[in-house]
């Protein structure tokens, strides 16, 4: 399947889940002040599991020389984006809102299903790289 297709799928998906969590509240079956307990569920559980779960395969040399180069990527992107909102702060009078929106995307509720979907589950293991330095960083 096309990458677009399986990304548009992936956004529609995503589209669901938030007028779910919409009509849940509507519904009053949860109150807008669980979405905090809710996304600390997601943060630290479930990507934990997902991670967790990635790195269930055979450890090579390969493997282990491939994670460390995804986690160098993922270090110099960040970087990159810390740099970025540095030289751009003032100018564009980003407050703290904006700043952290640049530097900590949520990345991984659309990649991880994405590379999952086009490349397999072996590669979550490289994708886990930067939601792994993102969450040191954080």
């Known amino acids: 399947m096309e990458l677009s297709v399986l990304l548009a799928e992936q956004i529609v998906v995503i589209f669901l889940m938030m007028a779910i969590g919409y ?8 109150k807008t002040e669980d979405s905090s307990v809710l996304s600390n569920l997601v943060v630290y559980i479930c990507f934990t599991c997902v991670i967790i779960n990635s790195f269930q395969i055979e450890l090579t040399a390969r493997t ?6 995804a ?5 110099a992107a960040h970087a ?8 751009l ?10 700043k952290v929106s640049i ?36």
Request: hydrophobic fraction near 65%.
């Open 80 to 87: 990159f984006m810390l740099l970025a909102v540095w030289i």
């Open 23 to 30: 009509v849940i509240v509507k519904i009053r079956l949860f």
């Open 71 to 75: 986690v160098a990527a993922a270090a």
């Open 89 to 98: 702060e003032k100018p564009l009078r980003l407050n703290s809102i904006e």
């Open 103 to 138: 530097i900590y995307t949520n990345a991984g509720y659309l990649v991880i299903p994405l590379v999952s979907a086009v490349l397999g589950e072996e590669w979550v293991f490289y994708t886990t790289a930067f939601l792994l330095v993102q969450n040191l960083l954080t």
């Open 64 to 69: 282990a020389k491939g994670l460390l180069l």
